[in-house]
C-alpha cells in the first residue's frame, strides 16, 4: 500500500451537473471546496438529479468567483452568482427536508428550465455547518454535509474499477463496457492499491488530511448512465447486483468524512490508518 496515491480529484458545482477535474481542492468539514453547493429542485420542491433527468449529465457548472457558470447543449452560458442571505426555502432530498436560498435572478431558474423542458428552480445551500446533518445511523455528532447524496465525500480506486470491468466483460452484458471512472461520480479517485481493497478501510489520509470511512457506497441508476451521451445501459447494476451485492445494495467505492481541514494535490500519497 506504500505506494496508494490521489490519481485524480472532482467537483461538482451543480448536484447532477458533470462533474469538474481538478489539481487540487480545500476540504471543509462538508466536503471539498463549491461540490455540490447548489441543486435544482422541481415544482414540488424535490431535487432533480440524473434520476429523473439523464441529460443533466450534459450540462456543466463551472466555479468562478462569487458564483458558478452554467453551460450545456444548445444554451447560452449563463453566470449566476451566490445569493444574498435571503429567506430560505424547503427542498426534499432523498425524503430529507433540507433548507436553501434560490438564486436571486430569474434567468437562472429560466435558464435551467428551457434546457429540461420542465419547471426548476436553482437553489444554493447558504450555510453547509448546520443546514444538512449527515445520516445519524453512519455519523458523529455535528457532521454535516452539502447536496451530496448522503455524505461529503465519495472515493473510488482504479483496481476496484478495473476488476469490475474484467466482470463485465465476462457476463451477459460485455458490450456496455468496459466504463470510465465518472460512470461513478467520485470527488477523489486513487490509485495503487489492490481491487476492493477500500471495502476494509475505517480512516485514511490523503495528503495532510484525514478522513472517515463512513461506509459503502450503495448504487443507484445514475451508474448506468453515459455521462457523455446521457444514454442509458444495463452496467455496471448488472454485473454489481451479481459480484458486489452487500444486503440489499449494490455497492461500489466508499464515502468519506473529512476528520480536518486542508487542501489535497493530484500526486498525494494515500495512507491507510485503520
Excluded at 450534459?58 to 452568482?81: H, Q
Excluded at 454489481?240 to 467505492?253: A, D, E, I, M
Excluded at 464515502?255 to 489535497?264: A, D, E, K, Y
Aim: charged share 20%; with cysteine; proline share 8%.
Amino acid at each position: 500500500m506504500g505506494n496508494a496515491q490521489l490519481l485524480s480529484i472532482h467537483v461538482h458545482p451543480v448536484k447532477a451537473f458533470r462533474g469538474l477535474a481538478t489539481l487540487e481542492a480545500d476540504v471543509e468539514p462538508w466536503g471539498l471546496v463549491g461540490d455540490r453547493r447548489w441543486a435544482l429542485v422541481d415544482d414540488g420542491g424535490k431535487v432533480v438529479t440524473q434520476r429523473q433527468q439523464p441529460r443533466l449529465a450534459l450540462a456543466a457548472a463551472e466555479l468562478m468567483p462569487g458564483g458558478v457558470l452554467l453551460s450545456a447543449p444548445g444554451m447560452t452560458p449563463l453566470a449566476v452568482p451566490v445569493p444574498e442571505p435571503a429567506e430560505t426555502v424547503t427542498l426534499e432530498l432523498f425524503g430529507e427536508k433540507v433548507q436553501g436560498v434560490p438564486a436571486a435572478d430569474a434567468a437562472a431558474h429560466d435558464w435551467c428550465s428551457d434546457y429540461l423542458g420542465v419547471r426548476t428552480r436553482l437553489v444554493h445551500m447558504d450555510d453547509p455547518a448546520t443546514r444538512r446533518p449527515v445520516d445519524p445511523e453512519y455519523a458523529l455528532p455535528g457532521e454535516t454535509v452539502t447536496f451530496a447524496d448522503g455524505f461529503p465525500l465519495l472515493l473510488a480506486s482504479t483496481a476496484s474499477l478495473d476488476a469490475l470491468n474484467s466482470l463485465i466483460s465476462e457476463g451477459r452484458y460485455a458490450a456496455d463496457g468496459p466504463l470510465p471512472m465518472n460512470r461513478f461520480r467520485p470527488n477523489v479517485v486513487i490509485s495503487g492499491t489492490d481491487a476492493w481493497a477500500e471495502d476494509d478501510w475505517s480512516r485514511i489520509a490523503i495528503g495532510d488530511v484525514t478522513f472517515r470511512v463512513a461506509k459503502m457506497c450503495g448504487r443507484c441508476v445514475v451508474t448506468t448512465t453515459d455521462q457523455a451521451s446521457a444514454v442509458r445501459g444495463r452496467e455496471p447494476l448488472h454485473t454489481l447486483g451479481r459480484h458486489r451485492r452487500f444486503g440489499s445494495k449494490l455497492v461500489f467505492g466508499q464515502n468519506l468524512v473529512p476528520q480536518s481541514r486542508g487542501t489535497i494535490r493530484v500526486g498525494d500519497p494515500v495512507r491507510i490508518l485503520g
